[in-house]
């Protein structure tokens, strides 16, 4: 079956590190460029990062820059996001996405349940 | 940076009747960029529309999109009562944007 499933939500402090991680299936992971895009309680979307098929070119929104670290193990079909120094305004629901490409174009076709993340004390 | 309007914010309409939504770029955009999307509560967004007119796998004929240059419209022909939910038009080049999406209600 085609899928991502997200895993790592949960609740930490402000200033403090959370991993999420997806696991993809049903298709060539390393053939495609991955993103994470999250979603505020009540908001709408916004891109998160991105990194191309070959997990060598990472790409951040300015929201999150310097902050959150994006990988992937392209063996294992796994994708990664590293977050630190967490504020309230990052808590999201956190969706992965897979790329219709390999670089850094292309639009949305396949999107995880999400995970979600509360930054509070 | 690209940034997408969508309009309008909400849209009031009965079954059976034509929603009309459209989606602005504050600057000309490659229409094979362009993407739409339909999320309703509590569920991921599935794709409708890629590169602004072709419709994904599954998705029913009453969806059509249409557009280049900086307007874009997603056409839903004649509402079904699953096509209530909120819409989002995605720009798919660095970084990626989203307008802010189009409600479509029960009126």
């Known amino acids: 079956e085609v899928q991502l499933v997200e895993s790592g939500g949960g609740l930490v402090q402000p200033g403090g590190s959370l991993r999420l991680s997806c696991a993809a299936s049903?298709?060539?992971?390393?053939?495609?460029?991955m993103s994470w895009v999250r979603q505020a309680p009540g908001e709408g979307l916004q891109w998160v990062s991105g990194i191309n098929s070959g997990g060598d070119r990472p790409f951040y929104a300015d929201s999150v820059k310097g902050r959150f670290s994006i990988s992937r193990d392209n063996p294992k079909n796994t994708l990664n996001l590293q977050m630190d120094s967490l504020r309230a305004e990052d808590t999201a629901v956190y969706y992965c996405?897979?790329?219709?490409?390999?670089?850094?174009?292309?639009?949305?076709?396949?999107w995880g349940r999400g995970t979600l993340v509360t930054v509070s004390s | 940076e690209i940034v997408l309007t969508q309009s309008p914010g909400t849209l009031s309409l009965s079954p059976g009747e034509r929603a009309t939504l459209s989606c602005r770029a504050s600057?000309?955009?490659?229409?094979?960029?362009l993407a739409w999307y339909q999320q309703k509560p509590g569920q991921a967004p599935r794709l409708l529309i890629y590169g602004a007119s072709s419709r994904a796998t599954g998705i029913p004929d009453r969806f059509s999109g249409s557009g280049s240059g900086t307007d874009f419209t997603l056409t839903i022909s004649r509402l079904e009562p699953e096509d209530f939910a909120v819409y989002y038009c995605l720009y798919g080049s660095l970084p990626r944007t989203f307008g802010q999406g189009t409600k479509v209600e029960i009126k």
């Open positions: 600057q000309s955009v490659t229409s094979s960029y």
């Open positions: 996405a897979k790329s219709s490409s390999y670089g850094d174009r292309g639009y949305f076709d396949l």
């Open positions: 049903g298709f060539t992971f390393s053939s495609y460029a």
